[in-house]
């Protein structure tokens, strides 16, 4: 910068020397900093994961839900059958009461004779049509429990849940 001079009133110059003032701002601009952006970013990111996570749990417990549902509707539906056949219980085991009616489709298509070849189709072509087929069903006939004259037929459906072992369990108590 050059000095400005100045005449002054008894005949002297006085020299001004300009002092360079300090650097305007530039007025800020609207907009966000490529910082502010990658922060909203993250932070949506981890609330999209967030939300996918509950999504994918939501969507595991209803299967499991409804495979649950199933296997007692099935189950409840053995024991149904065999009440309704009950002066024939014998065909369900082999003739042994204290034997196991099985209907397994991972094991074949194994019936029994006499009254049970019906229910066994039924049951076995059931669990084929819910998708069930790595899953058991096993009927067992307790004699005599609670009482005399009565029995206890307990259904219960095996089946195999992402690794995990599930079981559903149906009891009711019949006269024989």
Known sequence: MKPIEQTQAGGGTRVHRAI?????????QGGFTLIEVLVSLVVISVGILGV??????S????VLT??????????SDALDRIYTNHSSWADYVGGAMGGVFRVSPAEG??????AALNDYNDL????????????ALEVTFDTDVPL?????????????????????VVQSV???
């Open 109 to 114: 298509n194994n019936p029994p004779g006499g």
């Open 124 to 135: 076995y072509q059931s669990m084929v049509d819910m998708q069930l087929s790595d899953a």
């Open 59 to 62: 969507l595991s417990s209803g």
């Open 66 to 75: 409804r495979t649950l549902d199933s296997c007692s509707a099935l189950a």
């Open 20 to 28: 360079p003032s300090a650097p305007r701002r530039r007025r800020r």
């Open 148 to 168: 005399t004259g009565l029995n206890t037929v307990t259904a219960t459906l095996y089946w195999d849940h992402r690794g995990d072992n599930k079981q559903c």
């Open 174 to 176: 019949m006269p024989r």
């Open 52 to 57: 996918t996570a509950m999504q994918t749990a």
